[in-house]
């Protein structure tokens, strides 16, 4: 007999009824789970169990549960007795669930418990003697009003503390300072309106957020001993000047929203590592010390009081948002180094005044934001590396050839609200990857020679917006990228010949006017190629 039919010596028979009683045993382990399972929950293999709706905590859970979530409940008081019957658990989170208070102890049996989060409910205080296995507690969303030392004392594995949008009125920086592997902390969002003590020594803390609270100032040596400090979050704070000793390893400091009035070189000259300063809606007139700012990427400056560029900004640059400040003009000086700037945004000033080639030496710009200033005309020499440029709500009357004959990279242009009249279709051999073009709001004179532009755009494939016709009369109202009748009329007066005014007609259908018009609000929501 074929010994291979057999297996060779009940080798395939034995690994058979080995793996048959594998599947059998864990079938069984699964049906033993499942059917302890409590209502209102799902349990799986993982020894993961969430439950939603419930009215108390679950009695029937399992032992050996190892992740408990329940939601949306109605648990008002948690008590030892409901998680004392769970030695295994490793996380238990419990939120929205209207839970007032934890009894003292509740967590402290729980040996491997290493993540605990009790968001969206109404605790007072910080449960009583954590365990000291928790690596992440999140308390957000309660009304915690006090913390106390004795809160965190033996946390020292705890990586994340998450107290935001509670009540807390005041912080002393020895109340964290058992907490020595914290690595996230977020404040944020509570009425917090001092700050007091020595220097905060959380040395691994590389997230700090403090944002949202009413804190007019910090101790001078606050900071000084983050040494690991990476991100730090201050928005929406009353600072009028920027926190004395901030660490040099920061590579994000966001102060926006506070009532900052000046930047000082004494405040920048030691973070040579910060890759992004965000300072918008402050009310800052001027900017020093950017020079020391040797890595920075992205400077966010909008919503202030700024009448010129800063100066001495560094060459390492590659966004900077000025928008919405008081800025007249811009110089040639003012970006002469910033050869690494890919967006530019200026918007919202009132510059009237763009000196030729002020922005020839920004060679890899590719997204210009000038919309609502006081522009009469297209600035010269833009970067031929161009690829989006806002023009809304200034007062161009007329677009010139010499104006767009080094944007050959262009794909968005946003003409919205100015004072332009015709548009000549000798310009968009310029513009050959021309993909997006915003007309609305300008006085159009609605001649026939509109109409060889109309042809040069629907022939590249640029998606118009707009186009309405202020003149002649008999035409306002009308767009001139989509209208029938004028299309008509400019045949029937052989302003075209007669094979082009029979392949345009032969064009002009149903579907084909439609196909130009785009239902678009801004183009930055266009991703270029």
Known sequence: MDCNFWCCSGRCYLGKMLVFYILFLLFHLHSGFAAICPRKCNCDLSRRVQCYRVGQMPKEIASTT?????????????????????????????????????ERNT???????????????????????????????????????VLNE????????????DIQNNLILALSSSTLSSLCSLQRLTLAGNNMESVSGGPLTLLNLKYLSMENNKLQSFPESFFTVLHMLLFLNLNGNLLTKTPPGLPKSLLSLTLERNQLKILRSEDMKQLTNLSELCMSENQLSSIDGAQFLSSLTRLELAGNKLRTIPVNLPATLQKIDCSNNLIEKIETQDFHDLQDLKHLFLDNNVVNTFEDGALQRCTVLSNLALEQNLLRSIPLSLPHTLARLDLKGNSIQKIQEQELKNLRQLQVLNLRNNKITALDHGL?????????????????????????????????????????????????????????????????DSL????????????TNANHPSSLRVDMDDYYDYETD
Request: charged share 30%.
């Open 66 to 102: 190892k992740r408990l979530y329940i939601s949306h409940s109605k648990i008002k008081q948690l008590q030892i007795s409901d998680v004392s019957r769970l030695p295994a658990l490793e996380e238990f989170v419990l939120t929205c669930s209207g839970t007032e208070s934890v």
């Open 107 to 145: 967590f402290k049996a729980l040996d491997d418990l290493r993540i605990l989060e009790l968001w969206k409910n109404k605790l007072r205080h910080v449960p009583v003697l954590l365990p000291a296995t928790l690596e992440v507690l999140k308390l957000g969303d309660n009304l915690i009003s």
């Open 150 to 161: 004795s809160d965190f004392e033996g946390l020292k594995k705890l990586r994340v503390l």
């Open 428 to 492: 968009l051999k310029h513009l050959p990857r021309l993909r997006y073009l915003y007309l609305e709001g300008n006085p159009w004179n609605c001649t026939c020679d509109l109409f060889r532009t109309r042809r040069a755009l629907a022939a590249q494939g640029t998606e118009v917006q707009g186009g309405q016709c202020s003149a002649p009369a008999e035409s306002k109202g009308e767009t001139w990228m989509s209208s029938k009748r004028i299309l008509r009329l400019c045949i029937r």
């Open 496 to 507: 075209y010949s007669s094979e082009e005014g029979k392949a345009i007609q032969r064009k």
